[in-house]
């Protein structure tokens, strides 16, 4: 796996494997269920990436969206692709939420609501929460 992968905390972090993409669960969670949408190629630009990397895209972005909208209720979903720090091609999911979620005794808020994400307000997630976020996820992409 890349550096930029097991920045975001892989394996211990690693929600689910597709093809071409892994789904991990963002440690700094600035919403409750924010995730990484991770390519497991070297590529450091988005064009780079394999032609059936982009093809996997879609039903991988249907099953995010289909499990962070049942298991959390979230209202919107936004996608980063910011790639400064971290080279190799990745989206950080941010769910967007109205009102302050709960799991595992913690309370997130989405402080940016309704305008951008507000990155810097981020929750460390700890292993309770982090293993909270895969139990109710998890099942959603089987």
Known sequence: MNETIRKFGYPETLLHEFEYWLVLVRPQQVTLGSLVLAAK??????????????SELGPVIAAIEGAL??????EKMNYLMLMMADPHV??????R???????AGQSIDDAGWPGLPDLGSA??????????????L?????
């Open 41 to 54: 190629s070297e590529a450091t630009a988005f064009a780079d990436l394999e032609a059936a990397a982009f």
């Open 69 to 74: 909208s049942s298991q959390f209720g979230a």
């Open 90 to 95: 990745h989206f950080h999911v941010i769910p």
């Open 97 to 103: 939420y109205s009102k302050t979620r709960e799991l």
């Open 123 to 136: 929750l460390a997630a700890g292993p309770a929460l982090i293993s909270a976020i895969k139990d109710r």
């Open 138 to 142: 998890g099942g959603q992409f089987e």
